[in-house]
């Protein structure tokens, strides 16, 4: 601005002028209050949809929870017919198969993760990447689909035995059945799920491994595993810790695919190869044709189990987390 | 040293121990490669089993006729359910968003994103209770309440993506802005959304992309539908590609199989193209914004 202008500037305005910039003023104040006040809405709204589900979920399991307690969450017993329901083969059918699932996904994601994040030339990390990432978008009905009419016959038929034949002591892989449909079908699928949120928040928190530390290790002559191993693993192990309680969330609460292959069973079994089944699923599979009350309520009454647990994976995750500044899965 | 003598001409190979760790090393590599041409090798066969059996039953009338010759209804059931799904979803996101980069500070902030996170850690089923609760029970079903639980599921994935890319956009805009003594909701109207626009649509699409095979939710919401007749009013139960993947499954019918591999077809097409579309939009924008 020149300083000539400045006088012009100084000078009392006309009084048309002043109105304008009066009315504009209070335009702006009213426009600023409204952006806010409809952006604080949409925060609140958000906040009150949890609280909402919250005590949707409950007030739907009232009646259950009235009558079982917290037994429900130990009795085995699940017949609608006899009005009698349970929780613990179910629980025990989640815990089963998500732990499974972690166990067998989370080294292979932790492995993609190095491979994206030091391994690959730049060229095939753009290509692979967003292929892994792919793996996430699959919706889940597809991929039990895929495994009810292509990975259960394979599993079943090939797998199975051969795990039985060749570690068949260990009563973990008993004989197979006659259908595919088993905690094992289910954990491989569920493996191929928790592998993409893992794998993308694992590499993200490599990348964040300060480029001095590695080149300092290799500059000592450490090999590359060496150089994980000693420095990018053990700088990102409590990170890595809270992705894997991110994808161990995933397979707790994922419930049409696993509907789809677990079989629905209602024992507790020792070994893989028989059919479970798990609180999503299990809601999954009945809710459709649930009539009485009570099943209704006991399936609400599987819901708060699942929703207590889903919530307590996800706060210790974020909690975890917050160390690093990534948050929550990329997707679900 | 050991008595051997040393010898200057011998090749510079390591040796001993060092051969050791390095050829762990290498193992470690071979696995770690291994491990990603695992996942890559897990989503062909899926893709390609999609594709070798669904793209046979594909035809013009499979995807206009409703059953039991094809699955129109479905399609027609779907884009509504995910259409006002999106219509829901996108303002709010857009504008949790806004809160927490134009507004932050204080404990709302926190609490508020918190609660983004904990909505996208939900399991879907979950939201399915709630929706059975809230708008289904003793009432009917409604391609509504399936709209509404798809809504729950697409607002964390577009508060995120819409933050990270109102983050980017450039601390100088908003200065030159505040220079001019431009206020507060004219900037944010008129600079901040505009130059985030890309963003923002990309990811809707992303979540639209989501939101479209969610079937856990669905299955409280719009499950009991007659898929020979197209429906459009979204006060009843509409037709919907992923229940009937789902309903489909659990019935032993090669026919039903067989409408149920083109239904997986034709989603996972849609799936597809519209997240990888989706990304390589955002990363052209992000190379254009970073050059």
């Given at each position: 601005m020149s300083a000539s202008a400045s006088p012009a500037v100084l000078e009392a305005p006309s009084a048309a002028r002043s109105r304008s910039a009066e009315r504009r003023k209070r335009a702006d104040r009213i426009g600023d209050r409204t952006l806010y006040g409809i952006c604080l809405l949409a925060a609140l709204l958000c906040v009150v949809t949890i609280a909402l589900i919250a005590y949707q979920v409950v007030n739907g399991a009232s009646p259950a929870i009235s009558k079982y307690g917290i037994g429900f969450l130990t009795d085995t017993t699940w017949q609608p017919n006899f009005g009698e329901f349970g929780a613990g083969s179910l629980i025990f059918g989640t815990a089963v198969s998500s732990f499974a699932a972690l166990l067998l996904g989370a080294p292979i994601a932790i492995s993609i993760g190095l491979y994206l994040s030091l391994l690959a030339p730049s060229g095939v990390r753009g290509a692979i990447a967003p292929l892994v990432e792919m793996l996430a978008a699959i919706p889940s009905v597809i991929l039990g689909f895929w495994g009810v009419l292509v990975l259960a016959p394979f599993v079943q038929g090939t797998l199975e035995p051969w795990l039985h034949d060749s570690?068949?002591?260990?009563?973990?892989?008993g004989a197979p059945e006659t259908?595919?449909?088993s905690i094992f079908t289910a954990s491989l699928i569920l493996t191929i799920m928790v592998i993409p949120i893992i794998a993308s928040i694992s590499r993200d928190l490599f990348l964040t491994v300060p480029a001095d530390l590695k080149d300092g290790a290799s500059a000592l002559g450490a090999t590359r595993w060496e150089v994980i191993r000693g420095i990018v693993l053990p700088s990102t192990a409590s990170g890595v810790v809270a992705a894997s309680l991110l994808g161990l969330g995933r397979a707790l609460g994922e419930a049409i695919a696993v509907a789809q292959v677990i079989g629905a069973g209602s024992e507790i079994q020792a070994s893989l190869f028989r059919t479970g089944d798990t609180l999503a699923a299990r809601i999954a599979n009945q809710f459709p044709g649930a009539l009485t009350e009570m099943h209704k309520a006991s399936l609400f009454y599987l819901g708060v189990i699942l929703l207590v647990i889903g919530l307590a994976s996800n706060l210790v995750a974020q909690w975890i987390g917050r160390r690093f500044s990534f948050r929550g899965a990329p997707a679900r | 040293m050991s008595d051997a003598a040393f010898d200057p001409?011998?090749?510079l190979t390591p040796s001993g121990n060092l051969r050791r760790r390095r050829a762990f090393s290498r193992g470690a590599d071979l696995a770690a490669t291994g491990a990603a041409l695992l996942a890559v090798g897990v989503l062909a066969v899926v893709v390609y089993t999609v594709v070798s059996r669904g793209a046979s039953a594909l035809d013009l009338d499979f995807l206009i006729k409703g059953a039991p010759e094809g699955i129109g209804p479905e399609l027609v059931g779907t884009a509504i359910i995910v259409a006002i799904g999106t219509a829901i979803a996108m303002p709010v996101g857009v504008l949790v968003a806004l809160f927490l980069t134009e507004f932050a500070g204080g404990r709302a902030t926190n609490l508020v994103r918190l609660t983004l996170d904990l909505m996208n850690g939900l399991p879907s089923i979950i939201i399915g209770l709630f929706v059975f609760g809230l708008l289904v029970n003793h009432k009917q079903q409604s391609g509504i309440a399936a709209s509404v639980a798809l809504a729950i599921i697409m607002v964390p994935l577009i508060a995120r993506g819409t933050q990270e890319v109102l983050l980017l956009v450039p601390a100088s805009l908003r200065e030159a802005s505040d220079a001019l003594g431009v206020s507060r909701w004219r900037a944010v109207l008129g600079i901040v959304l505009p130059s985030a626009l890309g963003g923002i649509l990309t990811s809707t699409v992303l979540s639209v992309a989501r939101a479209a095979g969610e079937t856990a939710p669905l299955i409280f919401?719009?499950?009991?539908?007659?898929?020979?007749r197209f429906s459009l009013n979204p006060f009843e139960a509409l037709p919907n590609v992923p229940v009937r993947v789902f309903q489909l499954s659990e019935e032993a019918n090669p026919e039903g199989f067989a409408e149920a591999w083109g239904l997986s077809f034709v989603l996972v097409s849609f799936i597809l193209f519209a997240s990888l579309g989706a990304r390589a939009l955002l990363a052209r924008s992000r190379k254009r914004r970073s050059a």
């Open positions: 570690f068949g002591f260990i009563p973990i892989f259908t595919g449909s | 001409t011998a090749p919401a719009t499950s009991v539908f007659d898929p020979s």
